[in-house]
């Protein structure tokens, strides 16, 4: 079975730093896919990266960025250059793939992020 | 807005009641999912479809909970006999067969459950 854990239920930080947020997994597949999502407010879940197993290179994707340590079993989200709009929920979700091809995800429990001035 | 799209955003319902939540994905995406997210805690997952095949279904859907997708658009999501516990916020999502297969998620439906 898989699982994702957060242990950071909430993190503070000041607007233009830099804030690490932290993700644990566990599963016993070789190939496995890592997403982080945001969660605002208003409840939608926003896709913010994704990071392959195989992938050498960690992901980015502008001021995200993760943080692969396969040996550690971590896939940590950077965000660099905070901004107010940055305030929300962020979840770290693992998929496994299942019959016709689709990703069932795992998600952990949060991290509330908040971002001051 | 080509969003995936989910209506009612709120329900509040008595117990013993039965609800349904429609779904309607991005147009282009094949598959779409079905998760509920209760309060402090992560989504989980509780179907899939791809097309019109419900391909998946978790042990957390009980015999009370129905999932359709009729002609591989939109989904619905019945509760029968709602309970307390079934209070959560129910999310949509779909995806393409991408490399990565991000989804892509609706703004949730909100069950309250009296």
């Known amino acids: 079975a898989q699982k994702i854990t957060q242990t950071q239920p909430g993190m503070f930080v000041q607007e233009k730093e830099a804030v690490t947020l932290d993700c644990t997994y566990d599963t016993s597949d070789q190939s496995y896919g890592l997403f982080w999502y945001k969660q605002p407010s208003s409840g939608e879940m926003i896709f913010l990266i994704y990071?392959?197993?195989?992938?050498?290179q960690n992901a980015t994707e502008g001021r995200y960025s993760l943080n692969f340590q396969k040996a550690r079993k971590s896939a940590n989200l950077v965000i660099s250059a905070s901004q107010l709009g940055d305030s929300a929920m962020y979840f770290c979700?693992?998929?496994?793939?299942?019959?016709?091809?689709?990703?069932?995800?795992?998600f952990g429990t949060g991290t509330q992020l908040k971002v001051e001035l | 807005d080509t969003g995936v799209s989910q209506n009612p955003r709120h329900k509040i319902t008595k117990r013993g009641q039965n609800v349904t939540f429609r779904c309607d994905p991005i147009?282009?995406?094949?598959?779409l999912y079905w998760y509920r997210q209760t309060l402090g805690q992560g989504p989980e997952f509780l179907t899939y479809?791809?097309?019109?095949?419900?391909?998946?279904k978790s042990r957390l859907l009980s015999d009370r909970f129905s999932a359709e997708r009729p002609k591989g658009s939109f989904s619905t999501l019945e509760i029968q006999r709602t309970e307390q516990g079934d209070s959560a916020m129910y999310l949509c999502?779909?995806?393409?067969?991408?490399?990565?297969?991000?989804?892509?998620f609706g703004e949730g439906s909100r069950l309250t459950v009296l």
């Open positions: 979700a693992m998929r496994e793939v299942v019959t016709g091809g689709g990703n069932k995800l795992t």
């Open positions: 479809f791809q097309n019109e095949a419900q391909l998946e």
């Open positions: 147009s282009e995406h094949n598959r």
């Open positions: 990071q392959g197993s195989y992938d050498e």
């Open positions: 999502a779909s995806s393409l067969g991408s490399s990565t297969g991000e989804l892509f």
